[in-house]
């Protein structure tokens, strides 16, 4: 069965961390470009991160929303099937549902499409994970 699978979500204190994960079962991770994506109710869903597949380099191409600069960190553990983010200093505007997506994409289309908040070009979606960041 192929998913997508986002854990590490959570209640924390403004300045405080956390680490997200997302999980691949059912296909290669290695081979997709992954998002993440914030959601919050009543707006559209932002990307806010994401990272490039490791074919035929040695290193990945990283992206951060603007909004965020500093404050995250991905990473990828293809050996895992795995890409985390890192958030640190969250503030109560970071909360909202966070979702991690996969796409075979191009490092260099990959930053537009998740600008765009991933419409139809992510080929899997996980289910999100909460985060809350209280005052």
């Known amino acids: 069965q ?10 924390v204190r403004s300045g405080g961390s956390l680490t ?10 290695d081979l997709y470009a992954v998002g993440w994506f914030r959601q919050v109710p009543g707006k559209e869903r932002e990307g806010i991160s994401c990272i490039s597949n490791m074919t035929g380099s040695t290193d990945a191409t990283k992206w951060y ?6 404050r995250l960190a991905i990473a990828r553990n293809d ?10 200093n969250l503030k109560p505007e970071d909360t909202g549902i966070y979702y991690c997506a996969a796409g075979r994409l ?11 908040g991933g419409k139809y070009a992510m ?13």
Do not use: K, R
């Not at 929303?65 to 500093?70: L, V």
């Open 2 to 11: 192929v998913q997508l699978v986002e854990s590490g979500g959570g209640l």
């Open 20 to 29: 997200l994960s997302c999980v691949a079962s059912g296909f290669h991770l």
């Open 65 to 70: 929303a603007e909004s965020f600069q500093g």
């Open 79 to 88: 050996a895992e099937n795995t890409v985390y983010l890192q958030m640190d």
């Open 106 to 116: 191009s490092a260099t289309i990959m930053i537009p499409v998740t600008m765009g």
């Open 123 to 135: 080929d899997y979606w996980g289910n999100g994970t909460s985060v809350t960041v209280s005052s």
